[in-house]
């Protein structure tokens, strides 16, 4: 049920599918966009939820936003370098810069919150994944941070 629901983003809803090579030129050329890195549907059950919202965000973000879905073979790739942890996961970006990204499901409300608090920010360095950049305790944070 879940790949259905993922197929639909694409199908029905007309949002692109990127992969590894083609992210960076396609989040350059949307603004302020949203990938979704959905995870496999048949393990994570909370894909099918995100595809579900993710349409529902859009519409409430009045076209603010453009979103892609991440082909299932990049995200990997993908979530290394906007440090995501936890898949499903918004990475939310501007011209091609990292904002943040929200893992894991929320509740409507969390959702409108966390997505406008992003967009308020400012463009950032995305975080690493588990490699501490100096000595001492891992300093190493999700892309929530």
Not at 70 to 98: I, M, T
Not at 119 to 139: H, N, T
Request: glycine content about 14%; some cysteine.
């Amino acid at each position: 049920m879940s790949q259905i629901l993922l197929d639909q983003l694409t199908e029905e809803h007309g949002l692109p599918r990127v992969n590894e090579a083609g992210v960076e030129e396609w989040a350059e050329q949307a603004g302020e966009a949203m990938l979704l890195l959905a995870g496999d549907p048949g393990r994570v059950r909370e894909s099918g939820d995100f595809a579900v919202v993710l349409p529902e965000l859009l519409t409430a973000m009045g076209g603010r936003l453009q979103a892609a879905v991440v082909s299932q073979d990049s995200e990997k790739a993908v979530g290394r370098r906007f440090g995501v942890r936890r898949w499903p996961a918004l990475v939310v970006l501007r011209d091609g810069g990292y904002l943040g990204c929200i893992e894991g499901m929320r509740d409507w409300l969390v959702f409108l919150e966390e997505l406008n608090r992003l967009l308020e920010g400012p463009v950032r360095r995305p975080p690493s994944v588990g490699i501490p950049v100096s000595g001492g305790a891992s300093s190493a944070t999700g892309c929530n941070s």
